[in-house]
């Protein structure tokens, strides 16, 4: 998607939900936005600051809870919210990090906080992912596509 599409959709968004310019629709806003965009690109968020006459950037208070690239579908994705990293997903990260041809993000929140640590892959929770499970999982013949499109088993 070109810049003048996603500033032309990021405007449209704003006026449809006609949200105030104060800082309390700010959330609310790029929320839409990422609902939209399934990510929050650079563009958006340059909208979104000029329509809250706010200064905003992607390494903001909010770069922890949108992502900024767009979604790997395949990768392994490894919650980082407050439970699951006590529970553990940090190093999980470290772990799956350190092997070679996985292709792994990390999300705020997969909203299933009662299986910490948890992790998704090609759309499917793992409870209480651990990487001795997402290395079976890879096996069984769930497949990982690194960005760039090269596709690993
Ligand atoms: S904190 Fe990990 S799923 Fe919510």
Do not use: W
């Not at 998704?120 to 209480?128: A, D, P």
Request: net charge neutral.
């Amino acid at each position: 998607m070109q810049t003048g599409d996603i500033c032309s959709a990021t405007e449209r968004i704003l006026k449809l939900r006609n949200y105030p310019c104060k800082q309390p629709y700010l959330l609310a806003a790029l929320e839409d936005l990422q609902a939209h965009f399934g990510f929050l690109p650079q563009a958006a968020v340059a909208v979104v600051a000029s329509h809250f006459g706010q200064k905003l950037g992607l390494d903001s208070e909010f770069s922890a809870l949108f992502h900024s690239r767009p979604d790997n579908p395949h990768a392994v994705k490894i919650c980082t919210g407050p439970l699951c990293s006590r529970a553990g997903s940090g190093d999980l990260i470290t772990t799956l990090e350190a092997t070679p041809d996985i292709a792994i993000e990390t999300r705020h929140c997969l909203g299933v906080c009662s299986r910490a640590p948890a992790a998704t892959l090609n759309g499917e929770t793992i409870s209480r992912a651990s990487a001795d499970k997402i290395f079976s999982r890879l096996k069984a013949g769930d497949r990982v596509e690194r960005e760039g499109g090269e596709s690993i088993s």
